[in-house]
């Protein structure tokens, strides 16, 4: 298991956007299962939607991607001191039911293809068992001293 301080010494984000609490079960090279608690206090529920409060579905994928990075730092044996990930793909993303306040995520991600500095992972979400979102992610590392991509990599966002 990995807790809290150790994904942070692992991924460069913070809150409010660090969205993975615990990583519950990892096989460097091969599969990761990570956790997010969900609260009312997100930032992100003031406005989507006042009332009837609903995790993003981007932010379910980006939650995705980032215990997919813990899984890639881990397998690559890299440190958040010397690489970044850049988020650079998703498809085939699917939302099937919502993130609701109180949820608590379970994320499986299953490393598809890992080249020298890009990866494919598929990533589930699930409610109490039940698949709430699933897609097919790719990244790439990148020193984090010249974080330049080379020409041609189109990038969803910086993780």
């Known amino acids: 298991m990995i807790d809290i ?3 942070q010494e692992m991924l460069p984000h ?5 969205l993975v609490d615990r990583i519950l079960e990892i096989e460097p090279g091969k599969r990761i299962v990570g ?8 930032a992100f529920f003031q406005g989507h939607f006042p009332g009837q409060p609903i995790m ?4 379910v994928i980006e939650a995705m991607a980032q215990v997919g990075g813990v899984l890639l730092m881990r397998t690559m044996n890299v440190s958040a001191e010397k690489k970044l990930l850049y988020f650079t793909g ?3 993303a699917r939302f099937r039911r919502p993130v609701l306040p109180g949820d608590q995520v379970r994320f499986e991600i299953e ?3 890992l080249r020298s500095r890009t990866c494919r992972m598929h990533a589930r979400a699930f409610v109490q068992d039940k698949l709430t979102a699933e ?3 790719t990244c790439m590392v990148v020193d984090r001293e010249s974080p330049n991509l080379p020409p041609g990599v189109p990038v969803v966002m910086e993780e």
């Open 35 to 42: 956790l997010k608690n969900v609260t009312i206090n997100e």
């Open 56 to 59: 993003p579905g981007v932010l």
């Open 90 to 92: 998703i498809d085939r």
């Open 111 to 113: 490393l598809l293809q």
């Open 14 to 18: 913070r809150y409010p956007f660090l």
């Open 5 to 7: 301080r150790q994904i």
């Open 135 to 137: 897609a097919e992610l």
